[in-house]
């Protein structure tokens, strides 16, 4: 009769546990990365896809709502959590339905965030203009309200390529610096196996 081994991979030494890890690490960058090429190339399809997965997301929500309004708390808590419920699942099917009109709804949505966001960085440069490095706070909001405004003044048009395109950059900078820290822990565990 044979019995397991429960240290079963631990007889590699850390360094190959981090070796293997940080292989995981580098695929999974890699395969941000080319999700991140993708949606830059093809903004319009991105952006659709992020619609669908918010329209999935707003169902699930309310499908919580729903199921947490019967968890107990009065009549009026019950109330309130069907009604958010519903109205969360009619929202989402919503989206499901016309991914195209959720779409510019959501790019509407983000014009607004990211001009409320340059409002809050040039209400943090003036607090702070007086020390050092604070210009790079009124750079910020400088830049990230140009966006805002690109995307608000071109508005519906921009519903096209803005989401798509910011969720691209944003996939591609996440592998880009998931494949730098992999390659890191490579790079250290190999070093430590050396030793």
């Given at each position: 009769?044979?019995?397991?081994?429960?240290?079963?991979?631990?007889?590699?030494?850390?360094?190959?546990?981090?070796?293997?890890?940080?292989?995981?690490f580098i695929a999974?960058?890699?395969?941000?990365?080319?999700?991140?090429i993708s949606a830059?190339?093809?903004?319009?399809?991105?952006?659709?896809?992020?619609?669908?997965?918010?329209?999935?997301?707003?169902?699930?929500?309310?499908?919580?709502?729903?199921?947490?309004?019967?968890?107990?708390?009065?009549?009026?808590?019950?109330?309130?959590?069907?009604?958010?419920?519903?109205?969360?699942?009619?929202?989402?099917?919503?989206?499901?339905?016309?991914?195209?009109?959720?779409?510019?709804?959501?790019?509407?949505?983000?014009?607004?965030i990211i001009v409320?966001?340059?409002?809050?960085?040039?209400?943090?440069?003036?607090?702070?203009?007086?020390?050092?490095?604070?210009?790079?706070?009124?750079?910020?909001?400088?830049?990230?309200?140009?966006?805002?405004?690109?995307?608000?003044?071109?508005?519906?048009?921009?519903?096209?390529?803005?989401?798509?395109?910011?969720?691209?950059?944003?996939?591609?900078?996440?592998?880009?610096?998931?494949?730098?820290?992999?390659?890191?822990?490579?790079?250290?565990?190999?070093?430590?196996?050396?030793?």
């Amino acid at each position: 009769m044979s019995t397991a081994n429960p240290t079963g991979g631990f007889h590699d030494g850390p360094a190959t546990i981090i070796k293997k890890a940080s292989g995981w690490f580098i695929a999974v960058a890699v395969v941000f990365i080319i999700l991140g090429i993708s949606a830059i190339a093809e903004p319009a399809i991105a952006g659709v896809a992020v619609a669908i997965l918010v329209g999935w997301l707003l169902i699930l929500g309310g499908v919580a709502h729903l199921v947490s309004a019967f968890s107990g708390g009065g009549a009026g808590r019950v109330i309130w959590q069907v009604l958010l419920g519903i109205i969360y699942a009619v929202g989402g099917v919503y989206f499901l339905m016309h991914p195209l009109i959720g779409l510019g709804s959501l790019t509407l949505f983000l014009a607004v965030i990211i001009v409320a966001g340059a409002v809050v960085e040039f209400i943090a440069y003036f607090r702070t203009r007086h020390e050092s490095g604070s210009g790079w706070l009124l750079v910020n909001a400088l830049v990230t309200l140009l966006l805002g405004w690109l995307i608000w003044a071109h508005w519906p048009s921009s519903s096209v390529w803005a989401i798509g395109t910011l969720v691209g950059v944003n996939l591609l900078m996440t592998g880009i610096s998931r494949l730098m820290l992999g390659m890191a822990a490579r790079k250290l565990a190999s070093g430590a196996a050396a030793y």
